[in-house]
């Protein structure tokens, strides 16, 4: 069993460009969810996707979009980048409202 | 907003036991966690509890829950420099579906 597998493992950007970061959930998992992680700070929720929809926003701006496709796995797009979405995204997978395990993140660095 | 409080710093010598606490504010909290996070990797699935447990153990660890007080504690016995990480704790809503973190604590083992 793989784990959850996440690419790319660190990008760079520069401000105004757009991103796309992917994940992959663990086998047997249906629910991904997605998380910023900023330097020194726990993980705050971004949103969760079940059955292709998103089922849960946390409090990011319109600029953060995902997409869930029918095998699981799970892409998140952020659009217009600033300085301040620098951090670790995480991304982590569960069998419905079960345990969630996380990926090893990607690194996005905003230049 | 629900809020996770977590001490940022705990130090201890090898082989004692570690208490790492943490408070929530929300009391339709109905999953505790506890996660592991190493220098430049995701986090990893320690250990968690439901709301109606007090008490959870699990080979070195041991999780307490005291829901009267919203406080939770992660003990872990003969503590060795391999636990020297960030620990985090979190906590869902009733519905499950996001997941707030604490600041984590960043444990030190001292040989």
């Known amino acids: 069993d793989a784990g959850v597998t996440q690419s790319p493992t660190h990008l760079i950007k520069t401000r105004g460009q757009q991103v796309t970061l992917r994940c992959s959930p663990k086998?047997?998992?249906?629910?991904v969810s997605w998380y910023q992680q900023a330097l020194g700070q726990g993980p705050q929720f971004i949103f969760q996707y079940y059955e292709e929809e998103e089922r849960q926003r946390g409090n990011f701006p319109d600029r953060f979009s995902g997409h869930q496709f029918p095998n699981y796995s799970s892409e998140l797009n952020v659009n217009a980048l600033l300085l301040g979405d620098s951090a670790l995204y995480l991304c982590a997978s569960s069998l419905g409202r079960g345990g969630k395990f996380f990926g090893p993140g990607t690194r996005l660095t905003v230049l | 907003g629900e809020d996770v409080e977590q001490s940022l710093f705990l130090s201890v010598r090898e082989g004692d036991s570690s208490v790492i606490n943490c408070t929530y504010t929300?009391?339709?909290?109905?999953?505790l966690y506890w996660y592991k996070q190493e220098p430049g990797a995701g986090l990893q699935l320690l250990t968690y509890?439901?709301?109606?447990?007090d008490m959870k153990q699990d080979q070195r660890l041991t999780v307490l829950l005291n829901k009267k007080d919203k406080h939770l504690s992660l003990r872990i016995a003969d503590t060795q420099t391999g636990d020297s990480a960030i620990y985090f704790c979190?906590?869902?809503?009733?519905?499950?579906?996001?997941?707030?973190f604490g600041a984590g604590t960043r444990l030190t083992v001292k040989p």
């Open positions: 979190a906590e869902t809503g009733g519905n499950n579906n996001d997941m707030r």
């Open positions: 929300d009391s339709s909290s109905t999953y």
């Open positions: 509890i439901f709301s109606n447990m």
């Open positions: 086998s047997g998992h249906d629910t």
